[in-house]
Nanobody
Framework: QVQLVESGGGLVKPGGSLRLSCAAS????????MGWHRQAPGKQRELVAT???????NYVDSVNGRFTISRDDARNTVYLQMTSLKPEDTAVYYC??????????????WGQGTQVTVSS
C-alpha cells in the first residue's frame, strides 16, 4: 500500500504560481497512475489532472494550459505546477494513486490534502 503526503500549498495572489508535491512511500510507485483532485468549500471533489505510468497527461478544461502534472519515479514524487492562478482555484488539493479502466481514472489511495488559497 502506498502512503501519500502532499506539500506546497499556501496563499498566493491571483496570477501567481505554486508547485504542489506529493511524496509516496510504502510500495512500488511507478506501477501506478497518479492524479490530483481538489475540493472547494461547498463543492464536490473534482479530478484536476492525471498522469499515466508512461507520462501521458490529462486535465480538466478549467485548468488546461495553466496546470502541469509531472512525475519523478526516481524520487517517488508527483508534482502539480500551477500558474495563472485564479480565486476559483482555491481548494484543498489531494493526490491519489489509481488506475485507468476504459479511459476513466479510478483513484485508490489518497493523501491528506494541502490547502491552496488564491486571494488578493
Amino acid at each position: 500500500q502506498v502512503q501519500l503526503v502532499e506539500s506546497g500549498g499556501g496563499l498566493v495572489k491571483p496570477g501567481g504560481s505554486l508547485r504542489l508535491s506529493c511524496a509516496a512511500s510504502g510500495s512500488i510507485f511507478n506501477i501506478y497512475a497518479m492524479g490530483w483532485h481538489r475540493q472547494a468549500p461547498g463543492k464536490q471533489r473534482e479530478l484536476v489532472a492525471t498522469i499515466t505510468r508512461t507520462g501521458t497527461t490529462n486535465y480538466v478544461d478549467s485548468v488546461n494550459g495553466r496546470f502541469t502534472i509531472s512525475r519523478d519515479d526516481a524520487r517517488n514524487t508527483v508534482y502539480l505546477q500551477m500558474t495563472s492562478l485564479k480565486p476559483e482555484d482555491t481548494a484543498v488539493y489531494y493526490c491519489t494513486t489509481g488506475g485507468f479502466y476504459s479511459g476513466t481514472y479510478y483513484p485508490a489511495g489518497w493523501g491528506q490534502g494541502t490547502q491552496v488559497t488564491v486571494s488578493s
